[in-house]
Structure formats: structure tokens, C-alpha cells
């Protein structure tokens, strides 16, 4: 009777394993019982685990089935792994009860919230839950792109509603769309124009690339019939056009989804061009003439023979006409006039954007020089240009193109120790005086 005794006391039940922090073991055992065993466990059922005591001699401890262990046992049936049971039982071990503190789960969400605008999806390994977290805010003054602008175009110190300069950003997270310029004394709020990387518009330039490749190949494909060749270019050169037309208002999120949904539906597209230049004025790429321009001067834009927006109009127009089926008791479509023209337009194209300035919606002091190959590796390369208050563009440096160990002016081809252009900071006139020394000092 005492031995029974002594051998019940030592029996523990195998959801004991839980309680002390050996669920991989409590995983094991279930999955071992349920996929390896002869006979169907039931309750009450005594098994036997050979493990380690502390003093390194080998240990016999036992354990009872109960209903829990036999539903959980019934759960792992069929598992091809014992990690899959571990993992099983390892999630509802972590979702604990909350606790008043969450020192292990929500510190490292706020941190990624914060940082890299990632919202908590999973629960707090310590208390269960799932972080939630409210408007992330800052103050203007440490806004890095310059003064804060709303998107009608005006730039906020204090609030127009009640006189005050207790003004506030707040949006989602650091990275989303959608901050908003909010006065903490009467609530006033006006939408942010987000000032979006340049990174934006390049990405939206290799696209247009991307696709001018496309239509090329298309047009050389063998195996094809005309019509699915003509069709297919077609519907590529004008989704390109609309990249071309809205690509400059990247940087106000609301303005471009609207107005490309309301041109993509619109049967007069020189009425929506119109509404976009009233919003934006300079929407439309500035085409450069590198080649002909006068080497150390501000370089000339094209005039001729690439797509202007009067071109860009009658094209767009005329690629609607054949995305959708034919009128079978209506005019035959042309196939063989798009197969001529088309390479003429994507012609314009290049030469409109090869070299082209883009002045973005939320900066209209300005902008940027592109080039479509004009990277080491043929890539989209990009040089950031100010406007002066008399329309003049200023130096950009140090953000020119490093060349033969001196600064090369991408804008006017120009070594920088001899660039007319005015500088943006007075700092630079200096550095280029220091670097001037230097390299004569090399000299001799």
C-alpha cells in the first residue's frame, strides 16, 4: 500500500509538462503517442519518459493521460514532423493571460511602427494581445523636406484658423501617404503634400523604359498575327503615355489617383490635361537638348521631334480607338497604319524623356534632370536643380556626377570649378576656393 502510494505521488499529469515550460517535450510526447503507437491511448493511461536529473544520472518520470492529453494526442494524428506538434503547442503556451506590463512584444512593435511604419499583425508573445498604437506625429520643425507645404500649395507656421503655431504632422506611420498638418488648439487640419522621393519618379522612369522595350519586341515578335501584335503594342504605348502624364504628380498620392482614374474614363483627354496643368502647372517633362546646347551654359530644351502635348493628345486618341472590339458593321480597323506609325511615336517618346527636367507637384522651386541612361550601367540617373527668384537655376553641388576625380556639372557638362551657375548655399563657394587650392597644389 505504501508503494502505491509512493509511485502515485510521483505520477504527475502530462499537461504538467505545459505548466513548467517544457512544451517541445509535451509536443513530443503527443506526437510520438498519436503517429507511433500500436494501441489506442486512453485516459489514465501511465507512460514513461527517460530524461536527465540534475546530477547527470539517467531518470524514469511518469505520467498520466487525462481527456486533455488524449484530445491533444488525437491533434497531432497524422503530423509528418514532431516540430509541426511543438509549434502546435508552443502558441497557446506564449498567449498567457494579460499582464498589467508587456516588456517582450509591444516595445519592439512601437519600435518598428516607428521606424519602418510596420503595423503588428501577431500577438504579444508575452500578454496575448496585439499591439495597437495611435496617430504617429511629429513636429514641423523636424520635418527633413523643407518647409511644410498643404496641398493647395500653401506653406503652414501657424494655423489660418485661430492664429496659433502649436501645428502638429500626423499620419499612420513614417512611411504611408496621408500625413496631415493638424493645429493642436482648434483641430484645424489640412492634408500634407507629401514630399516623396525622387526615387518615386525613377522608378515610374524605368517602368516607361521597361515598356518601350516591350513594344519594341512585340513589334519584332515572329509567330504572331498583325492584329494581336498591333493590339497588344497598342495597349503597352498607352498605358506608357499615362505614366508620362501623371508621373510628376507622384507626390501627392490623392491628385494622382483621381485624376488618373477620371483620364482613364474620360473621353476628352484635352480637357483632363488642362484641369492637370491648372493643379500643376509644369506636370509635363521639359525635353533637353544636351547635344546642341553651348558647353558650359544652361542647356536649351528641344522644339521639335519629340512628343508635346498636343502630340501626346492626338496619340492617346488614337490608341483608344482600337482597345476595344471592332464594330463588325463599322469601319475596319488600320492595322497596317499603327504598325508604320508606332515606332515614329515611341521615337518622340525617347526623345521627350532622354534627357528631360521634371519639376514635382509639391516643390515647384525645383527639380530634377533625368536621365534615362545616364548611369555608369545604362540605369535612370537623376541631379536635384534649384530656382533662384529670377528664374535662374542654381548649383546643385555636391550632387554632381563625380568625374576624373573633380565634380562634373551633369546640367551644363562642365567641370563645377568653372560652373556659372549661382550656388544654393554660400558654404559651396568656399569648398570649391579649398578644392581649387588642392588640386593646384597637386599640380605642381
Not at 94 to 109: D, L, R, T, V
Not at 218 to 243: D, F, K
Not at 295 to 308: C, D, F, N, Q, R
Amino acid at each position: 500500500m505504501e508503494k502505491n502510494r509512493k509511485q502515485k505521488a510521483q505520477t504527475q499529469d502530462l499537461e504538467e509538462l505545459l505548466t513548467i515550460g517544457e512544451v517541445p517535450l509535451y509536443g513530443q510526447v503527443c506526437w510520438s503517442i498519436a503517429n507511433n503507437g500500436t494501441e489506442v491511448s486512453e485516459v489514465g493511461d501511465i507512460i514513461a519518459i527517460e530524461g536527465w536529473d540534475d546530477y547527470g544520472d539517467s531518470a524514469t518520470r511518469a505520467f498520466q493521460l487525462t481527456s486533455v492529453s488524449i484530445e491533444n494526442i488525437e491533434r497531432c494524428m497524422g503530423m509528418r514532423t514532431c516540430g509541426e506538434a511543438q509549434a502546435l503547442f508552443a502558441e497557446p503556451r506564449m498567449a498567457s493571460p494579460p499582464q498589467g506590463e508587456c516588456p517582450n512584444g509591444h516595445p519592439e512593435a512601437a519600435l518598428d511602427n516607428m521606424m519602418y511604419g510596420i503595423r503588428p499583425t501577431e500577438p504579444c508573445p508575452r500578454c496575448g494581445e496585439i499591439p495597437e498604437f495611435s496617430n504617429t506625429s511629429m513636429s514641423p520643425e523636424l520635418y527633413s523636406e523643407g518647409p511644410v507645404r498643404g496641398v493647395d500649395g500653401q506653406e503652414y507656421q501657424i494655423c489660418p484658423r485661430c492664429g496659433d503655431d502649436s501645428l502638429e504632422l500626423q499620419g499612420s506611420s513614417l512611411v504611408d501617404w496621408g500625413w496631415m498638418i493638424v493645429c493642436l488648439n482648434c483641430e484645424w487640419e489640412m492634408k500634407l503634400a507629401e514630399s516623396l522621393d525622387i526615387a518615386q519618379y525613377i522608378d515610374l522612369m524605368r517602368e516607361v523604359k521597361s515598356r518601350v522595350e516591350s513594344i519594341r519586341q512585340m513589334m519584332e515578335m515572329p509567330g504572331i498575327t498583325n492584329r494581336t501584335r498591333v493590339e497588344s503594342v497598342c495597349l503597352q504605348l498607352r498605358m506608357l503615355l499615362e505614366l508620362v502624364v501623371f508621373s510628376s504628380l507622384v507626390s501627392n498620392k490623392d491628385v494622382w489617383q483621381k485624376s488618373r482614374k477620371e483620364l482613364q474614363s474620360s473621353q476628352d483627354i484635352s480637357k483632363k490635361m488642362r484641369e492637370l496643368k491648372r493643379l500643376h502647372p509644369r506636370f509635363y517633362p521639359r525635353p533637353v537638348d544636351a547635344a546642341g546646347s553651348r558647353p558650359g551654359g544652361e542647356p536649351a530644351e528641344l522644339v521639335e521631334g519629340y512628343l508635346s502635348e498636343d502630340k501626346l493628345i492626338e496619340v492617346y486618341g488614337r490608341l483608344g480607338g482600337i482597345l476595344h472590339a471592332e464594330n463588325p458593321l463599322g469601319r475596319q480597323t488600320d492595322y497596317r497604319y499603327f504598325m508604320d506609325e508606332v515606332p515614329d511615336w515611341i521615337s518622340q517618346v525617347q526623345n521627350l524623356l532622354e534627357c528631360h527636367k521634371v519639376y514635382l507637384y509639391h516643390r515647384p522651386e525645383e527639380f530634377h534632370l533625368v536621365k534615362m541612361f545616364g548611369d555608369v550601367d545604362g540605369e535612370v540617373a537623376c541631379v536635384p536643380f534649384k530656382i533662384n527668384a529670377d528664374g535662374q537655376t542654381k548649383c546643385a553641388w555636391p550632387d554632381c556626377v563625380s568625374s576624373s576625380g573633380r565634380q562634373y556639372c551633369e546640367y551644363i557638362q562642365h567641370f563645377w570649378s568653372e560652373c556659372p551657375l549661382p550656388e544654393i548655399e554660400p558654404e559651396q563657394t568656399l569648398g570649391k576656393e579649398m578644392a581649387d587650392e588642392f588640386d593646384a597644389a597637386a599640380r605642381k
